[in-house]
């Protein structure tokens, strides 16, 4: 058999850098801000249902594009790099398409299987040689630090805009909520962490800034975020310690340990709808977090979802088609209710519902290649892989609360899989060329 030719590194065109830089900061802040609502302060103007919303996609609409005609100009090195790709989140997606055939609402089906296929070309376009390894991390920490900024900026001039004076007080300036001010300040505190970490710039300046997402992050007076940003903040500082790197496998071998019993554990909830013991042993952490043992009502819904997932456990209801407004298959959940929920509020149930087991297995398949590969990454690049074990860490963590996976262009789905696509790529590149590090700045 002949070897395949060597992967030489392609050449940047002038627009590259700006291209790139545009697309993460669009796909990654944009669908953080409040749009038409801005003023009328009414979080439900823009929600998005059956049709959709009109500004994601006149927005994503054309940087899909976009994104499509770059990894065409520079085909011969994008295709290489999909091919080495994890094979099980593009197994997922095309699962997720294949559930058209069954899905009561084939149209959002569709559309939402383009929007992931357009993830994957933004997620290729990352991936290009000439990118250096700290750009993605470098463009995203002063997108979100400028969403902070800004948020800032309202609050100080336009108090009744920027506080929600119903849910504590807490700051949510130009964001959704207070939560999502909280998710931006905590994923900016573990970027601002990695930059010092890497010496990424003037470590002054990187201090001030991080101490500024900190703030932001107690002001948004969400205890979750809080709690996250400190946990991911030093799960970066343990796993860029030189054992968990280097030649020794035990620390990794426990971590693959752990997430396999973390999934089993998982399935058992699962299949039980609710945490065994839970009052016993959540009960003391969430009454310091000030949560109620029901996790604000979430284990009612999950149980009622429950429901439907017992209809079609194999093969899932259909991608994107169970949280669809009065009238779709959540009708019934709403009744019970008496509000229109848009998620079980656990990324887990949500997949299992709309994709079944098979697509489950195949989610969870492709989890365990992404740490495979987080593991294959630290033995070179202990620090970017410390800053991708973090955000794994808290995509996993969060959507035990909240439903991300596979979800549109949402936050933590889009950084996924564009997380996923730069570690393949990066552990492809220096096998391939082991000299290559330099690129865009």
């Not at 259909?318 to 229109?340: H, T």
């Amino acid at each position: 058999m002949l070897a395949s030719p060597p992967l030489r590194a392609a050449v940047p065109l002038p627009w590259d850098k700006g291209l790139i830089a545009a697309f993460i900061v669009v796909s990654l802040a944009f669908p953080f801000i409040r749009t038409i609502d801005f003023l009328a302060n009414n979080t439900l103007a823009d929600a998005s249902f059956s049709e959709g919303s009109i500004w994601l996609q006149a927005v994503f609409g054309p940087l899909f594009l976009l994104a499509a005609v770059q990894v065409w100009l520079h085909s011969r090195w994008t295709f290489r790099v999909l091919r080495t790709a994890n094979p099980f989140l593009l197994a997922v997606i095309a699962w997720a398409a294949l559930t058209v055939l069954w899905s009561p609402y084939p149209e959002v089906t569709v559309k939402r299987s383009v929007q992931q296929m357009g993830l994957v070309l933004i997620g290729l376009s990352l991936t290009l040689p000439f990118v250096a390894h700290d750009f993605f991390a470098r463009i995203l920490h002063r997108a979100l630090l400028a969403l902070l900024i800004v948020s800032f900026i309202v609050v100080m001039l336009f108090p009744s805009v920027g506080i929600d004076q119903l849910r504590e007080g807490g700051w949510h300036g130009i964001l959704w909520h207070k939560n999502t001010l909280g998710v931006v300040a905590c994923f900016a505190t573990v970027l601002g962490v990695y930059r010092i970490a890497r010496k990424d710039g003037s470590p002054r300046r990187l201090f001030v800034l991080l101490m500024f997402a900190l703030f932001m992050l107690v002001m948004s007076r969400s205890s979750t975020a809080l709690l996250s940003g400190l946990l991911g903040s030093g799960f970066f500082l343990f796993l860029r310690r030189p054992y968990l790197g280097g030649r020794y496998a035990l620390p990794q071998i426990l971590l693959v340990l752990g997430m396999m019993a973390a999934l089993v554990l998982l399935l058992a909830f699962l299949a039980l709808g609710r945490l065994p013991g839970w009052d016993d042993f959540a009960a003391p952490l969430l009454a310091l977090l000030n949560k109620s043992p029901d996790l604000t009502g979430r284990t009612e819904l999950w149980v009622l979802v429950q429901q439907e997932i017992a209809r079609h456990p194999i093969q899932g209801i259909g991608y994107g088609a169970f949280w669809l407004n009065i009238g779709s298959p959540s009708q019934y959940v709403i009744d019970a209710l008496n509000w229109i929920p848009l998620q079980s509020h656990n990324g887990y149930i949500d997949l299992l519902n709309e994709l079944g087991w098979i697509g489950v297995s195949l989610f969870g398949a492709m989890l365990l290649w992404h740490l495979a590969s987080l593991i294959q990454l630290g033995r070179h690049d202990r620090d970017l892989a410390a800053l991708h074990g973090a955000f794994f860490l808290l995509i996993l963590v969060s959507n035990l609360s909240e439903s991300q996976f596979l979800s549109g262009v949402l936050f933590q789905n889009c950084l996924l899989i564009y997380s996923s696509l730069l570690l393949s790529a990066r552990n492809r590149m220096r096998r391939a060329m082991p000299g290559a590090r330099q690129g865009l700045r």
